[in-house]
């Protein structure tokens, strides 16, 4: 590996990384928001919908970073097949 591939290698991953938090982030705050917004419209005392909507944001999260890591896996292993030939 030359220094400019490493480069966009250690870019390309923190990249990754920020999205993961950002969406996340963003993804839970939202789901909090619209989940106590429906609390307070269904239930007077409970907050049973903020938490679910937290969690749901938090797994679209997850699922978002795991698909970009196996698309990111699998791009890198065939742009190294293409090189090799």
């Known amino acids: 590996m030359d220094k400019k591939s490493e480069t966009r290698q250690v870019i390309s991953t923190l990249n990754l990384v920020t999205q993961f938090f950002v969406e996340t982030f ?5 789901g ?5 917004l429906l609390d307070n419209v269904l239930f ?3 907050t049973i919908l903020a938490y679910v909507f937290l969690f749901l944001g938090l ?6 970073f795991i698909k970009r890591v196996l698309k990111n ?8 097949e293409t090189k090799r030939n």
């Open 59 to 64: 797994f679209a999260g997850l699922s978002n």
């Open 32 to 36: 909090y928001l619209l989940g106590r």
């Open 73 to 80: 896996i699998d791009g890198g292993n065939k742009d190294e």
């Open 44 to 46: 007077t005392d409970k």
């Open 26 to 30: 963003v993804g839970m705050i939202l």
